[in-house]
Structure formats: C-alpha cells, structure tokens
C-alpha cells in the first residue's frame, strides 16, 4: 500500500494558489479515507483536510482552511487532491497526505503515509 505525494508548484506568493495530489497504489482510494496533514517548522503535525469514502461522504477541515482549502477525489486515477487558495504565510509547511480515520471529532491517520512534498508562501 503506498500513497505518493505530489505539488503542481511548491513556492507560491502569499495569495496564491497550489493544487496538492495524493496519488494511492495497491488499493483504492473509494473504500479509504485519505486526508492531508502538515507539520510547520517547530510545530506539531496538524490534519489540515480529509475526505471519507464515497459511501459516507463526507469532509473535514481544519478551522485555518475553512474557505481556503477544498479537498476532493478523483476516482479514476485513484487520487485525491487538496485544492489550496487565497494561501498565507501560515500555509507553509511540509504537506503529507496518509490514510485517516474520519470520525464526528476529527481526522486521525490510520497507517499508510505518503511522502512529504514542501509548500513554500513567500511575502
């Protein structure tokens, strides 16, 4: 099982926008729920968005991206994407997508994890 990471442009000025992919191998993304965590430097990790399966579907994000951040899937490629506009200094950080847990309190990771891919939002 394998999720890897990808970034459409990973240095963006404050304002812009970058498009995330999480691409999974060896199984398919319809019956897992894949979601985005980030860790800042000398910050803890935080879940930034997940998305569930296509039975429940549903959405999670956190309060910082709410009306920023839209996550979504793309079921023939078996990727989920984490669309992120209007980004701030504060979006910086290394972005890795991993399976997820997705309950009514949050998103929690639940084993498999991609790489990391870092986010870069210049002044």
Request: proline share 2%; aromatic share 10%; net charge neutral.
């Amino acid at each position: 099982l394998m999720l890897a990471a990808g970034v459409w442009g990973g240095l963006v000025q404050l304002g812009g926008s970058l498009n995330l992919s999480c691409k999974a191998s060896g199984f398919t993304i319809d019956y897992h729920a894949i979601g985005w965590f980030r860790q800042a430097p000398g910050k803890e990790r935080e879940g930034v968005s997940c998305i569930s399966t296509v039975i429940e579907d549903r959405t999670y994000y956190a309060d910082s991206v709410k009306g920023r951040f839209t996550i979504s899937r793309h079921n023939a490629e078996n990727t989920v994407h984490l669309q992120m506009t209007s980004l701030k200094a504060g979006d910086t950080a290394i972005y890795y997508c991993a399976t997820v847990d997705l309950l009514t309190s949050g998103c929690y990771p639940a084993g498999v994890w991609g790489q990391g891919t870092l986010v870069t939002v210049s002044s």
